[in-house]
């Protein structure tokens, strides 16, 4: 009867789908060879412009984060949620108002099970309680997620149903007997070539465990239903032949690429109702139970209301435009993932952009080594937006960052408060300048772009052609940060975007001391204030270009430093951020009275020692 309701509901559900729009469908094959030609010609498309406003919104997600841990949510979570944050607020920095972040919590599989059970929990209460963490988490970190997804909501199991009944009715699901290392805590197979024999130096006995993970693995022998993967080795090679910056960093690709080749063995996508029983049940058999990673992963998908959707709804995000994941769940989403879609006739993803991980005391964080951090408590301590900028500027992409109270003071003293703070300090808030009359001045100054862009320039003394060479370099320099920063963001690589930004901030400090302005301002000559002029113009406009592309990263401190300046809140977008774009901004000269400070924007820490 169950079974009967469950094939209603699948015929239902598509002939929904057709009365309201042509939902998409995988290409039907009665039997192996055609389904082989089938999947070899695959070709997905994708995208060519990863943040084009006139296209499809950019979409960008981050792995939904398993809920059966005692310590989580940790940094790592955070550091992931900032860099698909980052990179979404950055397609909303060139004007895609529609960019979209997914993000959301994996509830099933036997870990959580199990983890419900210790904590002698109703295991929906136990999800309920680590989903809430993890959504507290994303509010705190001032995440723009548009979604908090769980793999318990209903569509999204009603979209696991559905794309179980399509890839067996394509043909890619069989039942047979799977034998194989299998490890509780990964919920996954691994082939004999991925395990190996370690000594566990805390009882000296050998044990098996995953070369990729380090986790322990059991040989087990059970009856389920298989995903035939093995057919997608070639449709795969194809694809990232054919998309060679598809993941992040090469490093990465170069070691998916390998394991590839290596050859696909067809993958377990369910396991026993007996031992497995949080989870979804494979429609039509509830013996079975549908393999976690099969169920989550298509939470992505559950995002654009998948089947019930118009393809050529110009509102359609997928697919992906980049997908945030540690390097730890790299085979799932490079390998697993893309031939599903491609079983599916979908299109992957554009980017896959894999992070390392944190490490402290150059050990990986984790619960038995007890040296987790808890990201609410950085906050507290340090500030949210002090926290995002040392995990996009120093985290890392390729190799792992080290996490360390004493490194997020240095990062934020030296190139927050020290560096970018102090400009704000000595250019706006000092009595000695009147930024909106430099402004004014170089608006209606016809001479200034000549004087900008001049080889060479007759002044007076070998100080004033010092300072025009300066200045013409560093215009120069003003030209191409925002493109330089941009490239890095579609690679994507925010941690390098977001270092090419802050080398300007050294670049103008030191245009702005060595020109001795303060003392330039108060020359008789007219000639001399208006070079003055000149250099306090070039380091306001700096800092204005600055502050306008490190808003995706420092969202609050960063409107506070715009605000500082006056700068109009429709004129703070990736258009804005060119030399001489903008002429309506600047406070006026403080009184003589007046008390300057940079507090507003960048705060003291308390000391961490």
């Given at each position: 009867?169950?079974?009967?309701?469950?094939?209603?509901?699948?015929?239902?559900?598509?002939?929904?789908?057709?009365?309201?729009?042509?939902?998409?469908?995988?290409?039907?094959?009665?039997?192996?060879?055609?389904?082989?030609?089938?999947?070899?010609?695959?070709?997905?498309?994708?995208?060519?412009?990863?943040?084009?406003?006139?296209?499809?919104?950019?979409?960008?997600?981050?792995?939904?984060?398993?809920?059966?841990?005692?310590?989580?949510?940790?940094?790592?979570?955070?550091?992931?949620?900032?860099?698909?944050?980052?990179?979404?607020?950055?397609?909303?920095?060139?004007?895609?108002?529609?960019?979209?972040?997914?993000?959301?919590?994996?509830?099933?599989?036997?870990?959580?099970?199990?983890?419900?059970?210790?904590?002698?929990?109703?295991?929906?209460?136990?999800?309920?309680?680590?989903?809430?963490?993890?959504?507290?988490?994303?509010?705190?970190?001032?995440?723009?997620?548009?979604?908090?997804?769980?793999?318990?909501?209903?569509?999204?199991?009603?979209?696991?149903?559905?794309?179980?009944?399509?890839?067996?009715?394509?043909?890619?699901?069989?039942?047979?007997?799977?034998?194989?290392?299998?490890?509780?805590?990964?919920?996954?197979?691994?082939?004999?070539?991925?395990?190996?024999?370690?000594?566990?130096?805390?009882?000296?006995?050998?044990?098996?465990?995953?070369?990729?993970?380090?986790?322990?693995?059991?040989?087990?022998?059970?009856?389920?239903?298989?995903?035939?993967?093995?057919?997608?080795?070639?449709?795969?090679?194809?694809?990232?032949?054919?998309?060679?910056?598809?993941?992040?960093?090469?490093?990465?690709?170069?070691?998916?690429?390998?394991?590839?080749?290596?050859?696909?063995?067809?993958?377990?996508?369910?396991?026993?109702?007996?031992?497995?029983?949080?989870?979804?049940?494979?429609?039509?058999?509830?013996?079975?139970?549908?393999?976690?990673?099969?169920?989550?992963?298509?939470?992505?998908?559950?995002?654009?209301?998948?089947?019930?959707?118009?393809?050529?709804?110009?509102?359609?995000?997928?697919?992906?435009?980049?997908?945030?994941?540690?390097?730890?769940?790299?085979?799932?989403?490079?390998?697993?993932?893309?031939?599903?879609?491609?079983?599916?006739?979908?299109?992957?993803?554009?980017?896959?952009?894999?992070?390392?991980?944190?490490?402290?005391?150059n050990e990986k964080m984790s619960k038995s080594a007890g040296n987790g951090v808890n990201p609410f408590y950085a906050m507290d301590r340090f500030g949210v937006d002090c926290i995002r900028f040392f995990m996009a500027h120093n985290g890392g992409i390729v190799d792992d960052a080290t996490y360390d109270n004493s490194f997020i003071e240095e990062t934020y003293n030296h190139l927050l408060r020290g560096g970018l703070g102090n400009l704000i300090h000595r250019v706006y808030k000092s009595k000695h300048f009147d930024v909106r009359g430099a402004v004014k001045l170089v608006k209606e100054d016809e001479n200034f772009s000549k004087f900008i862009t001049r080889d060479q320039w007759s002044a007076s003394s070998l100080e004033m052609k010092a300072i025009h060479a300066s200045l013409r370099g560093h215009h120069a320099r003003l030209c191409s940060v925002r493109e330089i920063a941009d490239n890095h963001m579609k690679e994507p690589d925010p941690r390098k975007a977001v270092q090419s930004i802050c080398e300007l901030i050294g670049e103008t400090n030191k245009l702005f001391h060595n020109s001795e302005v303060w003392k330039l301002i108060k020359s008789t000559d007219p000639e001399t204030r208006r070079i003055a002029n000149y250099v306090l113009f070039t380091s306001a406009d700096s800092i204005r270009i600055m502050a306008i592309l490190l808003q995706p990263f420092m969202p609050q401190r960063m409107k506070a430093a715009l605000d500082l300046m006056e700068v109009d809140e429709s004129r703070r977008t990736f258009d804005d951020a060119v030399f001489g774009a903008d002429f309506t901004y600047g406070p006026p000269a403080l009184g003589p009275d007046a008390k300057a400070s940079a507090e507003v924007v960048f705060p003291m820490l308390l000391s961490v020692h």
């Open positions: 009867m169950l079974a009967l309701e469950r094939n209603a509901r699948s015929f239902f559900l598509q002939c929904r789908a057709s009365a309201r729009c042509q939902p998409w469908r995988p290409v039907l094959l009665r039997g192996n060879s055609q389904r082989r030609t089938l999947a070899a010609a695959i070709e997905p498309e994708s995208p060519t412009n990863a943040h084009a406003p006139a296209g499809k919104p950019y979409y960008v997600t981050t792995p939904i984060f398993y809920v059966n841990s005692g310590m989580s949510p940790h940094v790592g979570h955070l550091y992931t949620l900032v860099l698909a944050d980052v990179l979404k607020r950055w397609a909303k920095l060139r004007g895609d108002e529609r960019a979209t972040l997914l993000t959301g919590t994996d509830e099933h599989g036997m870990k959580v099970q199990k983890a419900a059970q210790k904590a002698n929990t109703d295991v929906k209460l136990f999800c309920d309680h680590h989903a809430e963490q993890f959504k507290a988490l994303c509010d705190a970190a001032n995440i723009d997620y548009d979604r908090f997804i769980r793999t318990t909501d209903e569509d999204h199991k009603d979209v696991v149903r559905y794309v179980w009944e399509e890839l067996n009715r394509a043909g890619f699901i069989y039942e047979a007997k799977h034998e194989g290392w299998y490890s509780v805590s990964d919920e996954t197979f691994y082939p004999s070539t991925q395990v190996h024999k370690v000594l566990d130096p805390s009882t000296g006995i050998t044990k098996i465990v995953s070369i990729e993970t380090g986790k322990d693995v059991e040989w087990t022998s059970e009856m389920n239903y298989h995903f035939r993967l093995s057919e997608f080795q070639a449709p795969l090679l194809k694809y990232y032949e054919n998309h060679a910056g598809a993941i992040v960093p090469k490093q990465r690709m170069a070691f998916i690429m390998d394991e590839i080749r290596s050859g696909l063995k067809d993958l377990s996508v369910s396991r026993p109702s007996s031992r497995l029983t949080w989870g979804i049940q494979v429609p039509g058999d509830e013996s079975q139970t549908i393999y976690v990673w099969l169920d989550a992963l298509f939470n992505y998908l559950t995002m654009t209301g998948y089947p019930l959707v118009n393809r050529n709804d110009a509102n359609m995000v997928w697919p992906p435009n980049c997908q945030v994941i540690g390097k730890d769940i790299i085979r799932f989403h490079t390998i697993y993932w893309p031939a599903f879609l491609m079983a599916l006739n979908l299109p992957v993803a554009d980017r896959f952009l894999t992070h390392a991980h944190w490490t402290m005391n």
